[in-house]
């Protein structure tokens, strides 16, 4: 289920090198990126083997019902049709090998089950008799502990497959990889092996085929002992607890193996029926063995026959018969080398999946309840501060009318500085346009003077990064309100205009303008702008009402010159320095706003390789943002408004959600495969129609075309998750210590003068 998120805003283009080191710090920049990336790839597909797994341990167990029925046995002996519930192949030769009379051997199938299995081990040490538990591989990798308890009491274990499959269809590797797996979590958790193997959905010799015999042979061969039944308790079926006692009791004294289940449904009856059966099978003069023990005896007697024949033929006595039920645990063999420790390196993936999908479904929850909350405080607040912000009354004050500064720090762009240039000299506002060239070397300057358009200044610096250029503007400013913008995006013509309007409010310190995308006839282009419309603009009604504006966008913003002076300028401390301006004016004291009319076409990158660089610098440097200003969260009285509320909301929504948005993802995979294919599409279908109601009103908000929204399926399921790895990146940056150099985008010059929202 795809986790709507919001990106961090648009901070300035970060600090800006001059040509000769730009690609040998780009190149030192991407050696030492790459492990990083590597790393975010790796936990991200090692928790998602870790859900793989736990859903592969999952697989459903239970529902004794035949698979399959009425198929041939052609193929099949008669003496195993017609034999003992013990099926093995010495020397090549099927052999059958039958219970002795009055005895029993309690077979158990389908744990271990941590309810019920230790209730059964508890009667089976209460009454001192053993049973032979066919265990599912996947519960012995859950449940280590109790097959360990199993096998100290001196019970029998044997193998039930891994998934509780019929394996009468399947591959010859599928039932290997079966049968494999579950003798190494037996290795893991109790460090044996067996050679006992009861096959799913078996029940009496008699019911084996054409199908199923095949496997039979396959793993006689190998030396297994294939276990049958003679009598089955029907358990499963819940019929009452004297049903169950009758049904499991053999008729005229013979020895029987006899089915019941520890595991694979709700056993309480199994649990109450054991003791009565018990009881009743002693009285009647039974002893109880395992599987082993019946063998044993089996030989013993006919050893015991073969010597009673001999000695009738010879006069004198022969030797006393020995007692029976030796070798209880003869199938047992002690587990060494790789099988061992692959076993143990299965158990502990299999208790790291146990712990970290549970807690992952709890974090999960968690973040979508916020996210939902999110949505519905979203949409509540941008609609009152629309409908506030357009009533008839409403006003800031006196109209602003006088003239601003307007700074456009510019580096290399020879393809956009004419655009930018020529919207600003159709400003139904008096403005000054002061351009500050970066050291560019592409002829960006002579350009801007070349135009000849009044107003226009150029100011020449060394290259010294972006901070920079706008603090030379700022002082080269004549007037008291600045509007910085890039140098690739143009303005409307009342966006001055628009802009400074708040100014009116002398507690006003800066106002964010509505970045909108412009390059949008583009695929990745219209996912942007989506993003734009839905994560930027929609979101910045909400924070403009709780007064926490966490960033004015270096596309279009506008400053008291007094309040950045105040705050100590633009800062270099960071990648994200109209992030970090914007947090030192709410900590200074000023209020901080969003203006809605005042539209800015930006250039968009046009690659995904120039996005994940752009958006992989812009969350970093909010990072470092956020954390230069921590303090903000002890700070009291209004100025510390940001850090009670606009700093947890910050790093909720822009950094802890989208972190764990990709696992909401797998985790939406991992129900349709492995939980309710169904239920999970409905869940991710119904969270793309809250986005898509988000979307929508954000939409008519800002007055654009629907047409953009038939994207927003293709977006959530392709560039949302491109948008969360290169969080996940900017967090392992974070936590590794890195430092991000700047890496200037490739631009078009394809964004002219704005000619509407289409």
Not at 34 to 47: E, T
Not at 524 to 549: P, S, T
Request: proline share 6%; net charge neutral.
């Amino acid at each position: 289920m795809t986790t709507p998120t919001t990106p961090p805003s648009p901070p300035a283009r970060g600090r800006r090198r001059a040509p000769s080191r730009i690609g040998r710090a780009a190149s030192r920049a991407a050696a030492l990126q790459r492990p990083r990336v590597l790393l975010a790839l790796l936990l991200l597909f090692a928790l998602t083997c870790v859900m793989l797994l736990d859903g592969y341990l999952r697989a459903e167990v239970g529902g004794d019902e035949r698979v399959r029925t009425g198929a041939s046995a052609s193929d099949v002996p008669d003496d195993v049709l017609d034999g003992g519930p013990i099926l093995t192949f010495p020397g090549g030769q099927a052999t059958t090998v039958s219970v002795p009379d009055k005895t029993i051997v309690l077979t158990f199938d389908d744990g271990p089950d941590p309810t019920w299995t230790p209730q059964v081990l508890d009667i089976l040490n209460e009454y001192d008799v053993p049973g032979t538990f066919f265990l599912v591989g996947s519960m012995i990798s859950r449940h280590p502990g109790i097959v360990r308890d199993l096998v100290e009491q001196g019970n029998e274990v044997g193998v039930h497959t891994f998934t509780h499959v019929d394996l009468s269809y399947q591959s010859e590797a599928r039932v290997t990889r079966e049968i494999e797996q579950t003798q190494l979590a037996l290795a893991g958790a109790a460090g044996i092996t067996t050679t006992l193997f009861r096959a799913p959905y078996s029940s009496e010799t008699n019911a084996i085929d054409d199908y199923s015999w095949p496997v039979y042979q396959n793993l006689g061969e190998d030396g297994y002992t294939s276990v049958f039944i003679d009598t089955d308790s029907d358990d499963w079926k819940r019929p009452g607890v004297s049903k169950i006692v009758e049904w499991a009791t053999p008729e005229d004294d013979e020895g029987a193996s006899v089915l019941f289940h520890d595991a694979g449904g709700e056993r309480s009856q199994t649990i109450a029926a054991l003791p009565k059966y018990i009881e009743k099978m002693k009285a009647k003069g039974y002893t109880f063995t395992t599987v082993s023990g019946a063998m044993a005896d089996q030989q013993q007697q006919e050893q015991q026959e073969e010597q009673h024949q001999q000695q009738s033929q010879q006069p004198g006595g022969g030797r006393q018969p020995q007692q029976s039920g030796g070798g209880l645990q003869a199938a047992h063999h002690k587990a060494t080398g790789a099988t061992l420790y692959e076993g143990k390196a299965l158990v502990a993936a299999v208790a790291v999946a146990e712990w970290t999908v549970p807690a992952l479904s709890v974090g999960l929850v968690i973040v979508g309840v916020a996210v939902m909350g999110r949505f519905a405080m979203m949409l509540v607040l941008a609609r009152r501060h629309h409908r506030q912000r357009n009533r008839r009354r409403f006003s800031w004050g006196p109209p602003v009318t006088g003239p601003v500064s307007v700074v456009v720090p510019a580096y290399n762009e020879k393809e956009c500085i004419e655009a930018t240039l020529r919207s600003l000299a159709r400003s139904t506002h008096p403005v000054e346009i002061i351009v500050v060239d970066d050291g560019s070397t592409d002829g960006t300057a002579e350009i801007a003077e070349s135009l000849g358009l009044p107003g226009v200044r150029v100011v020449r610096q060394a290259n010294a990064g972006k901070p920079a250029a706008l603090n030379n503007g700022v002082r080269h400013a004549r007037y008291d309100i600045v509007v910085m913008m890039d140098g690739d995006t143009v303005f409307e013509p009342d966006t001055v205009r628009h802009l400074v309007q708040p100014f009116a409010d002398p507690a006003v310190g800066a106002v964010a303008g509505n970045a909108k995308v412009g390059n949008r006839r583009t695929l990745i282009g219209a996912w942007q702008h989506i993003e734009y419309v839905m994560g930027f603009n929609l979101d910045r009604r909400m924070y403009d009402l709780l007064r926490c504006m966490p960033t004015i966008p270096g596309a279009i913003g506008a400053f008291r010159r007094e309040a950045v002076l105040q705050a100590g300028g633009m800062s270099d401390d960071t990648l994200a320095e109209d992030t970090d301006i914007t947090i030192a004016l709410h900590r200074a004291g000023w209020r901080v706003v969003y203006e809605e009319h005042s539209r800015a076409w930006t250039e968009a990158p046009g690659s995904l390789g120039q996005l994940w660089s752009q958006r992989y610098r812009w969350s970093y440097g909010t990072m470092q943002a956020l954390w230069k200003h921590r303090r903000s969260l002890t700070d009291k009285g209004p100025s510390g408004r940001f850090g009670r509320v606009g700093m947890p909301l910050v790093v909720l929504f822009q950094v802890v959600t989208p972190v764990f948005a990709p696992l909401i993802d797998v985790f939406t995979v991992y129900s349709m495969v492995f939980v309710d294919f169904r239920a999970a599409l409905l869940a991710w279908l119904a969270v793309l129609g809250v986005q898509l109601v988000c979307a929508a009103y954000a939409f008519r908000l800002d007055r654009e075309k629907y047409r953009y929204l038939l994207m927003m399926p293709l977006q959530q399921l392709a560039y949302r998750q491109m948008m969360y790895l290169v969080l996940i990146h900017s967090c392992v940056t974070a936590l590794t210590g890195g430092r991000l150099r700047w890496q200037k985008l490739k631009r078009t010059g394809e964004v002219g003068t704005p000619a509407g929202n289409g």
